[in-house]
């Protein structure tokens, strides 16, 4: 079996929102799996010496008007949260906590809290709404409550983020195929031939 693409994601990012409504079909083409890999950019952004693109002068307000611009091509509806950017620790603790016992489930949470954020302009900071998508997704919320505040789930995060900034991942969307890194939810297309010519 060929080895899976790993996605580096952090749920506060429109560009990671796109790609995650497209990367498993780009991957079922070529006969792969996908390693989905929330992880918070702060921490990476600190490490860079950067910030969030929509805070950047200048750069912000064309990165505002691409986010819908990329969202529209690829037909996925989007609009930008009223907060935004948001801290998005809660969501990435559920999902490493669904995952443990179900990846497919948390894939559809983390879906489903894309397009809360993006689509519904619900607050996925508020823990309150990440127990929500938690059940939503058919997950069970009661269970995962007490551990998302747990000092475990924390420290899974954590080295999430300590292996992402290891790969030399550095944004959302980022996947990484045979070692191969391609960086930005406009980096399908080649990460498609890519996969298709075997690489170049």
């Given amino acids: 079996m060929p080895a899976p693409i790993d996605f580096w994601f952090d749920f506060s990012s429109p560009y990671g929102y796109v790609a995650a409504e497209r990367i498993d079909e780009v991957a079922a083409r070529h006969g792969r799996s996908v390693n989905w890999r929330p992880i918070l950019l702060g921490p990476i952004f600190k490490a860079v010496g950067t910030a969030p693109l929509a805070t950047l002068p200048i750069k912000g307000e064309y990165a505002k008007r691409d986010f819908a611009r990329m969202a529209r091509h690829h037909k996925v509806p989007f609009?930008?949260?009223?907060?935004?950017?948001?801290?998005?620790?809660?969501?990435?603790?559920?999902?490493?906590?669904?995952?443990?016992?179900?990846?497919?489930?948390?894939?559809?949470?983390?879906k489903r809290t894309y397009r809360a954020y993006f689509a519904e302009g619900r607050?996925?900071?508020?823990?309150?709404?990440?127990?929500?998508?938690?059940?939503a997704s058919g997950a069970d919320a009661a269970a995962i409550a007490g551990p998302l505040k747990a000092?475990?789930?924390?420290?899974?995060?954590?080295?999430?983020?300590?292996?992402?900034?290891?790969?030399?991942?550095?944004?959302?969307?980022?996947?990484?195929?045979?070692?191969?890194?391609?960086w930005g939810v406009d980096r399908l297309p080649l990460l498609d031939e890519w996969l298709r010519a075997g690489g170049w």
Avoid: H, N, W
Wanted: proline residues 8%; without cysteine.
């Fill in 123 to 135: 607050d996925i900071a508020d823990p309150a709404v990440v127990m929500e998508l938690v059940a």
């Fill in 151 to 182: 000092d475990a789930v924390k420290e899974r995060v954590r080295a999430e983020v300590d292996a992402a900034m290891k790969a030399g991942v550095f944004g959302s969307p980022y996947f990484v195929v045979d070692g191969e890194p391609f």
């Fill in 79 to 110: 609009r930008l949260p009223e907060r935004f950017p948001v801290g998005t620790q809660a969501a990435a603790r559920a999902f490493y906590l669904i995952a443990d016992a179900d990846p497919a489930r948390a894939r559809d949470f983390a």
